[in-house]
């Protein structure tokens, strides 16, 4: 299809563009409160799995401290988090700088979210179909419910995003997106529960 191909990508790259230098003010002083608040670094960076289950370095703002403990391992996520940090997550903040992997071309506007590369082995055939397509900074289970809907039905959604990629489908989603987070529903959580609760849907 002419529009999944080469009208997606160019949008992507547009509208990635436009998000960058409009909200460049917002994202420098998040970056300054961030080094004030949680120190160095203000990034991070992790390898998520993106088109064709290539790896990329996936960057958000950080939110959480590297608080660590007499071995120097890192704590778990619970005691590390902020109400600084989410408030980011809250507002979406923190997900600003992977605007630059949309530029890059790692990801798309619209498209299922990317996750972790230990899942890999945990999907079945029908949950791999996701990674036919980019990964994206909003998706339908985005503005669906989010963290209100189970894993399943969450790679269900990304698997059905892969299938029928059309103009309007994305439309659909980038007004619902701004709708959330303008309401702030539901806002992604990265914890170690969250994390847990994929690895036991899969595993299932």
């Excluded at 949950?127 to 998706?139: E, I, L, M, S």
């Excluded at 029928?164 to 806002?187: C, E, P, Q, W």
Aim: charged share 30%; net charge positive.
């Amino acid at each position: 299809m002419i529009y999944s191909r080469y009208i997606k990508r160019l949008l992507s790259i547009i509208f990635s563009l436009i998000i960058i230098i409009v909200l460049s003010p917002i994202m420098l002083i998040t970056a300054l409160l961030i080094r004030i608040k949680l120190g160095s670094p203000v990034m991070f960076v992790q390898e998520r799995i993106g088109y064709r289950e290539k790896p990329f370095k996936l960057r958000k703002f950080r939110t959480m401290t590297d608080k660590r403990d007499e071995k120097g391992n890192l704590l778990p996520d619970k005691e590390r988090k902020t109400k600084f940090g989410n408030i980011l997550r809250k507002t979406s903040l923190d997900e600003l700088p992977s605007m630059i992997n949309v530029l890059k071309g790692d990801m798309a506007i619209i498209g299922p979210r990317p996750l972790l590369p230990a899942y890999l082995d945990l999907y079945n055939e029908e949950q791999h179909k996701r990674h036919n397509v980019r990964p994206g900074f909003t998706c339908i289970a985005s503005v669906e419910g989010r963290n209100s809907i189970p894993w399943v039905e969450r790679l269900k959604m990304d698997t059905y995003y892969a299938e029928h990629v059309s103009f309007l489908l994305d439309v659909k989603i980038a007004f619902k997106t701004i709708g959330v987070v303008l309401l702030r529903k539901g806002a992604p959580d990265a914890s170690e529960s969250s994390r847990e609760s994929i690895y036991t849907a899969l595993k299932k």
